[in-house]
């Protein structure tokens, strides 16, 4: 199985998981990675050049997963808009674009670490999250794992996963920090704002998204996704 990498640190404790999870299984041999940021993720994932992927929402409405899925209950520290005078795309960002439009934030939007940096950093700054859930009292679901084939693999990986309390090794994390320019407690602390699992509220929130980027004709097929 080829697995598409989203290297960020809202998915570490993912990465740590399926580490030990392949391990555990003797799935290791057959696991291989292939690294990118999201939107290339999805072009990737579109062509079937990768097998499995955590895809950007906005483009994994016909795709097969397991209800797993990027989360943020409220705050998400990681997708900002911040004070500009022209509206700005974040370019590694497919969903976090069209949440901006969705909200009406005005100012340039910024995703992942970059972003964590920039927020740690006391900038100026409107947190989508945040925003998203004072207008609809919901929670985001940013991505969804998907896959196109391995399916029976991918649910069994899914359910252990949720149902997995992960502890990040102090290495890693200091590995993290060295990588990203952040703290290992900034890393814990943002952590704690995102969650995995898709219960009956983040589907009701995911579809809400769906909806008001139909509306405004914001939702692209994932075979004619180019970002």
């Not at 999250?129 to 929670?139: A, D, I, S």
């Amino acid at each position: 199985m080829i697995f598409g990498k989203i290297d960020f640190l809202n998915l570490l404790p993912f990465h740590v998981f399926i580490k030990r999870y392949a391990r555990s299984l003797r799935f290791h041999q057959s696991l291989h990675h292939h690294k990118g940021v999201p939107s290339a993720l999805n072009q990737e994932f579109a062509m079937r050049r990768i097998d499995a992927a955590f895809i950007s929402s906005i483009t994994a409405k016909n795709c097969t997963h397991f209800n797993v899925g990027i989360v943020a209950k409220r705050e998400v520290l990681s997708v900002l808009s911040l004070p500009a005078e022209l509206s700005k795309n974040d370019a590694d960002s497919a969903t976090s674009n069209r949440l901006s439009q969705i909200l009406g934030t005005h100012g340039e939007v910024l995703i992942g670490d970059k972003a964590l940096r920039y927020y740690y950093s006391g900038g100026e700054h409107t947190d989508l999250g945040r925003v998203w859930h004072e207008k609809t009292g919901l929670p985001f679901v940013f991505a969804l794992l998907c896959t196109h084939e391995h399916t029976d693999e991918l649910k069994r990986l899914s359910r252990a996963f949720v149902k997995t309390k992960i502890r990040i090794p102090y290495y890693i994390l200091n590995e993290a920090s060295r990588k990203s320019g952040l703290t290992p407690a900034q890393i814990t602390h943002y952590l704690k704002f995102i969650s995995y699992k898709v219960d009956a509220k983040e589907e009701r929130g995911y579809k809400r998204f769906v909806r008001e980027a139909k509306k405004r004709g914001l939702n692209p097929s994932l075979s004619k996704i180019r970002y």
